[in-house]
């Protein structure tokens, strides 16, 4: 993980002030997008792909670091460490 | 500013997209052996698409003034069939002297199967049999960190693996860290769709630093930019980063890496 001052080029306001607009379409893009699935017949309430972008907005609202590594997280198959011995590969 | 694209699929693209992407300032790029967009039916199929490869791409580049160089393997889509992936690794070294071929690639994990594994152990042992530098594809979305993981494991497993001569591709926010830290090269390869966008390439960039990480478009037959790189310049510049740091993801890296196979030939007027 780099600390280089020379990889941090903005302060927080003007990184705010660059992409308030980009990040305002993109919350409104997921606000129209909900609005289209409570529109349309049927019900996806209970897919568990639904479940997962609750808990992906959960994380976009908490107060912790690493918000996009851990969204991924979240939308990805564990790893087991013991995979080799499973499949028979060393 | 010039640039070398080190993941791009030109047998998918127009020779329109040649004459743009000189445009753009790209003087060199390098092409992995994919899937074709359907499952091919004998190795004599792998053996016109490596002529293709290794002939008929560099001549359509050279016209444009980009050096292009490749990559050969069987993806890891049609490692499902480990009887035709064995006869075409077979194959692949009547290629290895072709004047642009790097390596072996992009070889991986898919769906992370058992058959998928065994096939990239083996294109693996190939690699280390012709000296060969490795270029690797890691699986997409749900797939790619138990995957990528999966494949850390099998070249940390190797004793004769040289990790400064692997490029692990498409790396996201969850598996950067892992390629880097254990010593690998780490490729982001920049998507519409799927995959990374260039803004968040570049807090890539900030957040782990230039050192052996590069930049690539894919620029595959699926919705793909051939000129995804030229955003991410444009995306580093907008937020104020130096020519140098630039200039090293896309430019400097590459060559670096490169350099390590003994085809690669330094690149004029640079």
């Not at chain 1, 808990?55 to 690493?66: N, P, Q, R, T, Y």
């Not at chain 2, 050096?67 to 992936?85: F, P, Q």
């Not at chain 2, 390590?260 to 330094?266: G, N």
């Given at each position: 993980m780099s600390t280089d001052p020379k990889l941090h080029r903005r302060s927080a306001e003007e990184i705010l002030a660059d992409e308030f607009l980009q990040a305002r379409s993109r919350i409104l893009d997921l606000a129209a997008f909900l609005d289209r699935l409570e529109r349309?017949?049927?019900?996806?309430?209970?897919e568990a792909r639904m479940r997962l972008l609750a808990e992906g907005l959960e994380i976009l609202c908490?107060?912790?670091?690493g918000k996009a590594q851990r969204v991924q997280l979240l939308m990805s198959r564990d790893y087991d460490p013991a995979w080799q011995t499973k499949y028979g590969i060393h | 500013m010039e640039y070398i694209d080190?993941?791009?699929?030109?047998?998918?693209?127009?020779?329109d997209d040649y004459e743009t992407l000189a445009r753009m300032g790209c003087v060199a790029m390098s092409e992995p052996a994919f899937w074709a967009g359907f499952d091919r039916g004998s190795v004599e199929s792998f053996r016109d698409y490596f002529r293709q490869l290794t002939q008929f791409e560099p001549k359509r580049a050279a016209q444009f003034g980009i050096k292009h160089y490749t990559w050969l393997c069987i993806n890891a889509k049609e490692a499902e069939n480990v009887s035709l992936s064995r006869e075409v690794i077979a194959m692949i070294p009547e290629f290895?002297?072709?004047?642009?071929v790097l390596g072996i690639g992009e070889i991986g994990l898919n769906k992370n199967t058992k058959n998928e594994s065994t096939i990239f152990l083996e294109h693996v042992d190939l690699a280390v049999k012709y000296n060969q530098q490795i270029l690797i594809h890691t699986p997409h979305l749900e797939d790619k960190y138990q995957g990528t993981r999966m494949i850390l494991d099998m070249l940390m497993g190797d004793?004769?693996?040289?990790?400064?001569?692997v490029l692990v591709d498409h790396v996201e926010e969850h598996t950067i860290q892992a390629v880097l830290e254990n010593g690998f090269w780490a490729g982001m390869t920049l998507y519409p769709v799927t995959k990374c966008t260039p803004q968040r390439a570049a807090d890539m960039i900030e957040r782990?630093?230039?050192?052996?990480l590069m930049a690539n478009?894919?620029?595959?037959?699926?919705?793909?930019?051939?000129t995804a790189i030229p955003d991410l310049i444009m995306e580093l510049k907008r937020r104020g980063h130096s020519r140098e740091l630039i200039r090293r993801v896309v430019y400097d890296n590459p060559v670096a890496f490169f350099s390590?196979?003994?085809q690669f030939l330094p690149l004029e007027n640079s």
């Amino acid at each position: 993980m780099s600390t280089d001052p020379k990889l941090h080029r903005r302060s927080a306001e003007e990184i705010l002030a660059d992409e308030f607009l980009q990040a305002r379409s993109r919350i409104l893009d997921l606000a129209a997008f909900l609005d289209r699935l409570e529109r349309a017949p049927g019900s996806a309430e209970q897919e568990a792909r639904m479940r997962l972008l609750a808990e992906g907005l959960e994380i976009l609202c908490d107060d912790e670091v690493g918000k996009a590594q851990r969204v991924q997280l979240l939308m990805s198959r564990d790893y087991d460490p013991a995979w080799q011995t499973k499949y028979g590969i060393h | 500013m010039e640039y070398i694209d080190p993941h791009i699929h030109m047998v998918s693209r127009t020779t329109d997209d040649y004459e743009t992407l000189a445009r753009m300032g790209c003087v060199a790029m390098s092409e992995p052996a994919f899937w074709a967009g359907f499952d091919r039916g004998s190795v004599e199929s792998f053996r016109d698409y490596f002529r293709q490869l290794t002939q008929f791409e560099p001549k359509r580049a050279a016209q444009f003034g980009i050096k292009h160089y490749t990559w050969l393997c069987i993806n890891a889509k049609e490692a499902e069939n480990v009887s035709l992936s064995r006869e075409v690794i077979a194959m692949i070294p009547e290629f290895l002297s072709a004047p642009n071929v790097l390596g072996i690639g992009e070889i991986g994990l898919n769906k992370n199967t058992k058959n998928e594994s065994t096939i990239f152990l083996e294109h693996v042992d190939l690699a280390v049999k012709y000296n060969q530098q490795i270029l690797i594809h890691t699986p997409h979305l749900e797939d790619k960190y138990q995957g990528t993981r999966m494949i850390l494991d099998m070249l940390m497993g190797d004793s004769r693996i040289d990790r400064s001569r692997v490029l692990v591709d498409h790396v996201e926010e969850h598996t950067i860290q892992a390629v880097l830290e254990n010593g690998f090269w780490a490729g982001m390869t920049l998507y519409p769709v799927t995959k990374c966008t260039p803004q968040r390439a570049a807090d890539m960039i900030e957040r782990y630093g230039p050192e052996r990480l590069m930049a690539n478009s894919a620029g595959d037959w699926g919705p793909s930019k051939p000129t995804a790189i030229p955003d991410l310049i444009m995306e580093l510049k907008r937020r104020g980063h130096s020519r140098e740091l630039i200039r090293r993801v896309v430019y400097d890296n590459p060559v670096a890496f490169f350099s390590q196979s003994r085809q690669f030939l330094p690149l004029e007027n640079s």
